[in-house]
């Protein structure tokens, strides 16, 4: 069921940070196990239902709130490790140079937009297939 449904934004609202941050690990895993098996369909599908849960729930925890400084420090910081995860190649088709980082969630000034599991290298080509 999406997350769009009003029932279960009431649901999600009212949660405490640790079932925040449990259904987040939930949703990290998820989308790895469906970029392993390169289900595009499923793993958008995933993202998208990660994007709205941490659109209606993760601005109620300001513990996750960075100043723009600290959201573009904690992204070169962690851009850089996903490029030595990497190693050098699109991490989707793995056959060309990767030089482009993904944000797979749609960007914001919480620090799980950032979070490492959530960014990809991409080549350009994968890059727009993503965007597209």
């Given at each position: 069921m999406p997350l769009k449904d009003e029932e279960t934004k009431e649901l999600l609202i009212s949660m405490?940070?640790?079932?925040?941050?449990?259904?987040?690990?939930s949703f990290a895993t998820f989308i790895?196990?469906?970029w392993e098996q390169k289900d595009l369909e499923i793993l958008l599908a995933i993202i998208f239902d990660c994007?709205?849960?941490?659109?209606?729930?993760?601005h109620q925890f300001k513990c996750y709130s960075q100043t723009a400084k600290e959201w573009k420090d904690e992204y070169r910081k962690n851009r850089e490790k996903r490029r030595e995860i990497a190693?050098?190649?699109?991490e989707w088709c793995g056959r060309k140079k990767g030089t482009h980082c993904h944000h797979l969630i749609r960007r914001g000034r919480l620090v799980l937009y950032n979070d490492i599991r959530l960014l990809r290298i991409l080549c350009s080509k994968c890059h727009q297939l993503f965007h597209s």
């Open positions: 405490t940070l640790s079932e925040f941050t449990e259904h987040f690990e790895e196990e469906a994007e709205d849960f941490i659109h209606i729930n993760g190693n050098g190649t699109c």
